[in-house]
């Protein structure tokens, strides 16, 4: 039977893995992005990342950095799991399981270790993002995060809530792009609230500034007003020019590898900081002139992803605006529980795929939650952090077979289906 992951050891062996397995070191000819979820040779944005397991870049004699060739492809990877909070525990489980067996078909074999976040760090550690958690995480070649959160530590102060945990680590790795894909698929078209006249291809991408904006700007606080005695809330919404311009190289890139069209999403019209935002965006188009470039206002954007979605691709977004208009296409394809994430840096360390739905504490325990999200994760994860894709689509065929079998949980029933009991999940190889 598979161990709990909260189980799972680590041990200096693991620790060592990476820098004790050799590699290719080539020229920038025929790198993979650092961000890009499709690899370029070379990428256009002129990022190096590590492309495969134990393959941290490396100096040439001319002291220029190298990496491995994409064709050069590691068999065995050191993953941090981050279990999490609620359904963290089973969907990572079944995660794991799926990981195994998909990789075990081409030869490939992972370490783990496990680490707490979020509320579970909090009650067994005191705090929502423990040292040791980070450490494990710099030290694996890529991060698995099921989800984090409750309604236990709602009323936690806020450097005490589990949210606070997926900041830190999102800081802690210098993650500063989310990707988030949204495609329809077709065995859920009728899972979605919304007509499958509307929903049937929709494939897009929302690519969220992680890094910036109302969430982390300076000063913030809450306070008593004297003049007034009452309460005063308040944020900063700040963005560097660097913060925007990187977000968009890395969003120009996936559209260019897409359909060629990206739309940047602001509220130049009332903020001073979209006005920033919009000017940066236009300035760096100029780098990318075989992409369609557009603008949208937020509060239009978040029509138009109900309205009619087909009409987007790439969407580029800050940091609340992302949150809020990538969850609002999650609906899209039916359900939280099948998109999956990405979260990554600058390539010189892990990135953190997760899927999007949350910690469903009230089903917590029950094996009733819907795993799927997470495994598409691991598969991107596989696909664009490890550059193996052939586990990828191992993972990817498992679960489209799954729903054309007819196997559903209840987050995406429907009439005429089967439900599934994932923890007898065989996995369609």
Same mark, same amino acid.
Not at 23 to 31: A, C, I, M, Y
Not at 92 to 100: E, I, Q
């Given at each position: 039977?598979?161990?709990?992951?909260?189980?799972?050891?680590?041990?200096?062996?693991?620790?060592?893995?990476?820098?004790?397995?050799?590699?290719?070191?080539?020229?920038?000819?025929?790198?993979?992005?650092?961000?890009?979820?499709?690899?370029?040779?070379?990428?256009?944005?002129?990022? @190096?990342?590590?492309?495969?397991?134990?393959?941290?870049?490396? @100096?040439?004699?001319?002291?220029?950095?190298?990496?491995?060739?994409?064709?050069?492809?590691?068999? $065995?990877?050191?993953?941090? #799991?981050?279990?999490?909070?609620?359904?963290?525990?089973?969907?990572?489980?079944?995660?794991? $399981?799926?990981?195994?067996?998909?990789?075990?078909?081409?030869?490939?074999?992972?370490?783990?270790?496990?680490?707490?976040?979020?509320?579970?760090?909090? %009650?067994? %550690?005191?705090?929502?993002?423990? =040292?040791?958690?980070?450490?494990?995480?710099?030290?694996?070649?890529?991060? /698995?995060?099921?989800?984090?959160?409750?309604?236990?530590?709602?009323?936690?102060?806020?450097? /005490?809530?589990?949210?606070?945990?997926?900041?830190?680590?999102?800081?802690?790795?210098?993650?500063?792009?989310? #990707?988030?894909?949204?495609?329809?698929?077709?065995?859920?078209?009728?899972?979605?609230?919304?007509?499958?006249?509307?929903?049937?291809?929709?494939?897009?991408?929302?690519?969220?500034?992680?890094?910036?904006?109302?969430?982390?700007?300076?000063?913030?606080?809450?306070? #008593?007003?004297?003049? @007034?005695?009452?309460?005063?809330?308040?944020?900063?919404?700040?963005?560097?020019?660097?913060?925007?311009?990187?977000?968009?190289?890395?969003?120009? =890139?996936?559209?260019?590898?897409?359909?060629?069209?990206?739309?940047?999403? %602001? !509220?130049?019209?009332?903020?001073?900081?979209?006005?920033?935002?919009?000017?940066?965006?236009?300035?760096?188009?100029?780098?990318?002139?075989?992409?369609?470039?557009?603008?949208?206002?937020?509060?239009?954007?978040?029509?138009?992803?109900?309205?009619?979605?087909?009409?987007?691709?790439?969407?580029?977004?800050?940091?609340?605006?992302? =949150?809020?208009?990538?969850?609002?296409?999650?609906?899209?394809?039916?359900?939280?529980?099948?998109?999956?994430?990405?979260?990554?840096?600058?390539?010189?360390?892990?990135?953190?795929?997760?899927?999007?739905?949350?910690?469903?504490?009230?089903?917590?325990?029950?094996?009733?939650?819907?795993?799927?999200?997470?495994?598409?994760?691991?598969?991107?994860?596989?696909?664009?952090?490890?550059?193996?894709?052939?586990?990828?689509?191992?993972?990817?065929?498992?679960? $489209?077979?799954?729903?054309?079998?007819?196997? $559903?949980?209840?987050?995406?029933?429907?009439?005429?289906? !089967?439900?599934? %009991?994932?923890?007898?999940?065989?996995?369609?190889?």
């Amino acid at each position: 039977m598979l161990a709990h992951p909260l189980t799972l050891p680590i041990d200096e062996h693991t620790i060592r893995l990476r820098r004790s397995i050799s590699f290719t070191p080539v020229s920038e000819n025929g790198v993979t992005c650092c961000f890009c979820p499709i690899p370029s040779s070379p990428c256009s944005c002129n990022q @190096t990342k590590k492309i495969a397991s134990h393959n941290a870049c490396a @100096t040439s004699a001319a002291g220029t950095a190298t990496v491995a060739k994409v064709s050069d492809k590691a068999t $065995r990877f050191f993953v941090a #799991l981050l279990p999490g909070d609620g359904i963290g525990p089973e969907i990572t489980a079944v995660t794991k $399981r799926a990981l195994d067996e998909a990789a075990a078909l081409v030869g490939v074999t992972f370490d783990y270790a496990a680490a707490n976040v979020g509320g579970v760090a909090l %009650d067994e %550690d005191g705090v929502p993002f423990p =040292d040791r958690t980070l450490q494990i995480c710099k030290e694996a070649d890529s991060v /698995l995060l099921a989800c984090i959160g409750g309604y236990k530590w709602d009323s936690n102060p806020r450097d /005490l809530r589990p949210e606070t945990g997926l900041l830190q680590l999102r800081k802690g790795l210098g993650l500063f792009a989310n #990707l988030r894909p949204a495609t329809a698929i077709p065995q859920l078209i009728d899972a979605s609230t919304l007509k499958r006249e509307v929903v049937e291809g929709v494939d897009l991408m929302v690519v969220r500034e992680l890094t910036g904006d109302v969430y982390f700007g300076t000063p913030k606080g809450l306070h #008593l007003d004297e003049k @007034t005695g009452k309460r005063v809330g308040y944020n900063n919404m700040i963005y560097h020019e660097h913060e925007i311009e990187r977000i968009a190289r890395v969003a120009f =890139d996936i559209a260019s590898k897409r359909t060629g069209k990206l739309c940047s999403v %602001d !509220k130049a019209n009332v903020l001073d900081v979209s006005q920033l935002w919009r000017d940066v965006v236009t300035e760096t188009h100029a780098d990318f002139p075989q992409v369609e470039l557009s603008h949208m206002y937020v509060d239009n954007a978040a029509m138009q992803l109900i309205r009619a979605p087909k009409q987007f691709d790439t969407i580029v977004t800050g940091n609340i605006f992302g =949150d809020i208009l990538s969850d609002a296409a999650s609906m899209l394809v039916g359900s939280l529980g099948m998109l999956p994430s990405a979260s990554l840096g600058d390539g010189s360390g892990p990135g953190v795929f997760e899927p999007v739905h949350g910690s469903a504490p009230d089903i917590a325990g029950q094996d009733k939650a819907n795993p799927m999200a997470c495994v598409l994760s691991a598969a991107m994860m596989m696909r664009y952090d490890l550059n193996r894709p052939d586990v990828a689509d191992i993972l990817e065929r498992a679960v $489209r077979q799954t729903l054309e079998d007819g196997y $559903r949980t209840g987050d995406i029933m429907s009439e005429g289906m !089967k439900a599934w %009991d994932v923890k007898l999940w065989e996995m369609p190889l």
